[in-house]
Structures are given as structure tokens and as C-alpha cells.
């Protein structure tokens, strides 16, 4: 479904944030992104959804180079894909319900659509009865949730998530990941960057992990870091 | 679609109102501009009507020499209506002349203490259908045998035009500046709608929202600002336009103001449309000049 080819990422100020990755990422997969600060994670998510394009190499996302979209194209590109961020990024003004079904709207569903697949998200995310709630009134993981279910609400074949956990307790991360494990489920491939160790381990999934831009690691039923 | 067009009204609306005094100040600009625009639109209706009214009366007086003899005067008569465009000919004595000239002014003085004799000559009055053509019957009647002298009122009728084309140039140059004026506040506070939606514009963006969907709240925000300034406008212009003509028609009444509503209807039309045209500029430019910041 994605294939990352010979990628390099060098910004602007010089900082060579990816140094030639190659990943390959099937259908229905459940992948980890590890690695510390700075060493490429959201960058490479950043390549995924097109927020920045890579100095070398190709990212393949369903045979379509991300790279050589025109930028008309990228909105139809992003609509195949759900992004989960680490600080939510609801909009503050608008209840839950309306934070979710604004994904639907923005994207010209008509309103019948709307409320059944609102429901159904937030349903999956078990958020049904915080929907009239705005998103300072919820805790981060109710918080985490509604992102989620911003993000699933038109069936994407993809979920990125960059960091979910990374502002959340432990016991709430478990309830994300949890969640994030029953959307790959559902036949979604799904993308998780952290660095929570624990989370890594027990889950054992494919990992892939970074260290200075370059992999270091890609193996099956992964753990986090080499076992010592 | 038409959830859409909900949506864009319903988040035009929200910009518009949370832009507060920005919102009021540019729909406050676009009240004097049309307003100047709408004044300067009238002036030249106007003036033009002046100067039709003018033409249309536009009358050429031949002078004669001698007094004539009845049968002369009316040969003069007759040839002269021959002549293309005239509609009219009337012969005045210098008798009679002289009889309405003392009528008119004679009560204040006795006329016979400064001229001894009538010096009024007799008089052709021509009446010109087609003002283009009063030259030429003017050259025409002064070629006729017996006439002295031919007079008629071009020199007014041009510089009626000239000050005309005056306004017309003055009144462009102002209404540019000022669009310009408006379009730049509309532009600045749309801006400030756009600030206030960035994590709006960017999460609209990461769900595959396009750019053209993302514009037209903007857009419409513009649309609300022209309209409503249009709106306003057109009140105080039809309000004082009639105010105006009412005075004038009291002061003036020989002035011939435009007061059939109907003339007025495309000066009040256009006003609206640049109102809501500038809006809608002013909101497309913003709007597209962040959007490529951002991205």
C-alpha cells in the first residue's frame, strides 16, 4: 500500500531530518515508528500526508507518487487517509459532534451521511454521550478520542498517528492504543509513532525504528529498543 | 451542495461577527465610497439630462437689417423651414419687439428719455430639432438675403459639455482611489477572519477539504461586508437624492433633476453591484494570499 523508496528529507536550514529510508507498508498492517526526539518520525509522517515533500526519493502511497501530486490533487490524496496528533488539534469552538462532522462537511457529504457516520465514529470511540461537550471540558484521552474519531469518520484506508499517547497517562495511552488496535481491525492499516516503550513491547507489532534520520531496525513483532 | 452553502453562510457569518469593529469599520467604507461613487453617478445622469434639456431648446435667432415688409417675412419664414432640423420659425416684428421689451422692463424707467427710436431689429426665432444640426442652419439662414446677423446658444451648450467631461474625469479619478481605499480595508479584515481560522484552515486542509472549498466562507464574508454596506447606501443616497430634488424643484424649478424613479433604479443597481463586487474581491484576494502562506 506505501512504499517509502531511497527517501531523503533536508530542510531548509540544512538539518538532514531523513537520510535514505526504505519502508514497505501492506494493506491492513499495524506498524510502530520508534525512535527519540528528532529523528525523523513526524517528518516522515509529514511525507505521507503531504505536508512536506521529500529532497530525494519517492513515497508511493495506493501507485500514486506523492511527491509529483499537483497541488489540486492533494486534497483528494488526504481523504484517503485519517492523521491522529499527539496535541489533538480540535477546534475549540465547536462540540464534539460538530469538531467530527466538520471532517464530513469540509469534504461535501450531504447531512444524512453526516449523522450516521458521526454516530458511528464516535460509537467505536465510546465518546456517545460527550458529543454536546467542547473539547476543554474533556481529559486528554476523551480528547485523543474525538481526533480519532475526527479522523476515521470517512473511512479512511489509513490512519497516521504521530505521537497519540505522547501527551496522555499510561492507562489512558493503553485505552488509545487499544482503540488504534480495533480500527486496524477493521481492515484500516495503521501508522503510530511513539516512544513509549511498554506500549511497544507488550503490544508486539512490525517496528520500525529511527535514530538520526536513518533506519536502524525494521523486524516483525517488534519490541522497542534492541533487548538487553 | 446545498449543506454546503449552509455551511460557507453559516461560517461567514461567524467571521463577520468576530471580527467585531473591523467588520463595522469595513462596512463602514464601503458606505462612504458608494455613497461618493452613487453621488458622483447621479451628478453625471444629471448633468447629461441638463445638457439634453438645453440641446433639445436650442433656438437661433436671425436679425434683420431693415424692416420688412409682411410678404418678405413670410417668404423668409417659409425657406427657412425648409431647411433639415428645424421645427419651427417664428417672425417678430420690431414693433412688436419693442412693444414686449417695454412691457417687461418699461415700468422701471421711461425707455423713450434714453432711445428716442425703436432700435430693436425684426427677428427670426428658429426652434432646431437635432442639436448637431444647429451650425449648419445657422450658416444657412445667415447666407439669406436681408439677415443681418445669426446668434444661437452653442457656446453654452459646449461649455455645459466640457464642465460635463470634467466631472465625468474628476469623478472616475475619485471613485478608482476610493475603490482601491475600500477594497484594501475589505481585504484587511477578512485578513483578520483568516488568523482567527488558521487551525480551522489547517484542519480543513488535513481532511482533504479543497482550496476552493476553504475560500468561499471568505468570500461570502466579502459578499455580507458589500452587501450590507450597499444596503446602507442606497438609503442615505435615495433618501438625500429626493430630499434634493424636492429643494431644487422648490428653488430651482427651471432645473431639470431626474426625478423619475425609474432613471434612478441603474444608478441605485450599479452602486450595489460594485458594493458587493469590491466584498467579494476583497475576500477572494485575502483569503488566496493566505492560503498560499500557509501551505
Known amino acids: 500500500m506505501i512504499q517509502i523508496i531511497g527517501v531523503s528529507k533536508v530542510y531548509p536550514n540544512g538539518f538532514e531530518a531523513l537520510s535514505n529510508v526504505d519502508i514497505h507498508i501492506g494493506k491492513e498492517e499495524f506498524i510502530f515508528i520508534v525512535g527519540p526526539s528528532g529523528s525523523g518520525k513526524t517528518t516522515l509522517m509529514k511525507l505521507l500526508y503531504r505536508e512536506e515533500l521529500p529532497t530525494s526519493g519517492q513515497v508511493i502511497i495506493d501507485k500514486l507518487n506523492v511527491a509529483e501530486l499537483?497541488?489540486?490533487?492533494?486534497?483528494?490524496?488526504?481523504?484517503?487517509?485519517?492523521?491522529?496528533?499527539?496535541?489533538?488539534?480540535?477546534?475549540?469552538?465547536?462540540?464534539?459532534?460538530?469538531?467530527?462532522?466538520?471532517?464530513?462537511?469540509?469534504?461535501?457529504?450531504?447531512r444524512s451521511a453526516i449523522r450516521r457516520h458521526v454516530s458511528l465514529a464516535l460509537e467505536l470511540v465510546g465518546l456517545q454521550k460527550k458529543a454536546d461537550s467542547f473539547p476543554a471540558d474533556l481529559s486528554g484521552g476523551e480528547q485523543q478520542r474525538a481526533c480519532i474519531a475526527r479522523a476515521i469518520v470517512n473511512n479512511p484506508p489509513l490512519l497516521i498517528a504521530d505521537e497519540p499517547t505522547g501527551n496522555l497517562d499510561p492507562t489512558t495511552s493503553w485505552e488509545i492504543i487499544n482503540l488504534l488496535d480495533k480500527i486496524n481491525k477493521r481492515k484500516t492499516t495503521v501508522i503510530v509513532t511513539t516512544h513509549n516503550k511498554n506500549i511497544v513491547d507488550i503490544m508486539r507489532k512490525r517496528v520500525v525504528a529511527l535514530e538520526s534520520g536513518r533506519i536502524i531496525r525494521d523486524e516483525q513483532l517488534g519490541v522497542y529498543g534492541s533487548a538487553k | 451542495m446545498l449543506n454546503s452553502i449552509e455551511f460557507f453562510v453559516s461560517e461567514?457569518?461567524?467571521?463577520?461577527?468576530?471580527?467585531?469593529?473591523?467588520?463595522?469599520?469595513?462596512?463602514?467604507?464601503?458606505?462612504?465610497?458608494?455613497?461618493?461613487?452613487?453621488?458622483?453617478?447621479?451628478?453625471?445622469?444629471?448633468i447629461g439630462s441638463i445638457i439634453g434639456t438645453i440641446s433639445s431648446n436650442v433656438q437661433v435667432s436671425a436679425y434683420v437689417n431693415r424692416s420688412l415688409e409682411k410678404y418678405?417675412?413670410?417668404?423668409?419664414?417659409?425657406?427657412?423651414?425648409?431647411?433639415?432640423?428645424?421645427?419651427?420659425?417664428?417672425?417678430?416684428?420690431?414693433?412688436?419687439?419693442?412693444?414686449?421689451?417695454?412691457?417687461?422692463?418699461?415700468?422701471k424707467m421711461s425707455l423713450e428719455d434714453v432711445v428716442s427710436d425703436n432700435p430693436l431689429p425684426d427677428t427670426f426665432i428658429v426652434e432646431v430639432q437635432i442639436p448637431e444640426l444647429v451650425p449648419s442652419v445657422a450658416r444657412q439662414i445667415s447666407g439669406m438675403p436681408v439677415i443681418s446677423e445669426v446668434r444661437y446658444s452653442g457656446?453654452?451648450?459646449?461649455?455645459?459639455?466640457?464642465?460635463?467631461?470634467?466631472?465625468?474625469?474628476?469623478?472616475?479619478?475619485?471613485?478608482?482611489?476610493?475603490?482601491?481605499?475600500?477594497?484594501?480595508?475589505?481585504?484587511?479584515?477578512?485578513?483578520?477572519?483568516?488568523?482567527?481560522?488558521?487551525?480551522?484552515?489547517?484542519?480543513?486542509?488535513?481532511?482533504?477539504?479543497?482550496?476552493?472549498?476553504?475560500?468561499w466562507p471568505f468570500i461570502i464574508e466579502g459578499i455580507m461586508i458589500g452587501l450590507i454596506g450597499s444596503m446602507f447606501s442606497f438609503a442615505i443616497l435615495?433618501?438625500?437624492?429626493?430630499?434634493?430634488?424636492?429643494?431644487?424643484?422648490?428653488?430651482?424649478?427651471?432645473?431639470?433633476?431626474?426625478?423619475?424613479?425609474?432613471?434612478?433604479l441603474a444608478v441605485y443597481l450599479i452602486v450595489g453591484c460594485v458594493g458587493v463586487f469590491l466584498g467579494m474581491m476583497g475576500g477572494y484576494i485575502s483569503v488566496s494570499k493566505s492560503l498560499k502562506e500557509f501551505s
Open chain 1, 70 to 110: 499537483k497541488p489540486y490533487q492533494v486534497p483528494y490524496l488526504r481523504r484517503n487517509m485519517g492523521v491522529v496528533f499527539q496535541d489533538f488539534k480540535l477546534l475549540p469552538r465547536r462540540t464534539v459532534w460538530e469538531n467530527i462532522s466538520f471532517a464530513m462537511q469540509v469534504v461535501g457529504r450531504p
Open chain 2, 12 to 46: 461567514a457569518w461567524t467571521g463577520f461577527k468576530r471580527s467585531g469593529i473591523m467588520s463595522f469599520v469595513a462596512v463602514g467604507t464601503v458606505i462612504v465610497s458608494l455613497t461618493i461613487f452613487g453621488v458622483f453617478l447621479m451628478g453625471v445622469v444629471n
Open chain 2, 72 to 107: 418678405e417675412a413670410d417668404s423668409i419664414v417659409s425657406r427657412i423651414s425648409m431647411l433639415r432640423g428645424v421645427a419651427n420659425v417664428k417672425y417678430i416684428s420690431r414693433t412688436d419687439a419693442w412693444k414686449r421689451f417695454k412691457e417687461e422692463y418699461g415700468g
Open chain 2, 155 to 215: 457656446k453654452l451648450i459646449e461649455q455645459v459639455e466640457s464642465l460635463a467631461s470634467a466631472v465625468r474625469i474628476g469623478g472616475l479619478i475619485l471613485v478608482c482611489m476610493l475603490s482601491v481605499a475600500t477594497l484594501l480595508i475589505v481585504i484587511n479584515t477578512i485578513r483578520l477572519t483568516v488568523i482567527a481560522r488558521e487551525k480551522d484552515i489547517a484542519i480543513m486542509k488535513l481532511v482533504g477539504a479543497t482550496n476552493s472549498f476553504i475560500k
Open chain 2, 238 to 264: 435615495k433618501s438625500s437624492y429626493d430630499l434634493v430634488v424636492f429643494q431644487v424643484s422648490q428653488a430651482l424649478p427651471f432645473l431639470p433633476l431626474i426625478s423619475d424613479q425609474r432613471h434612478l
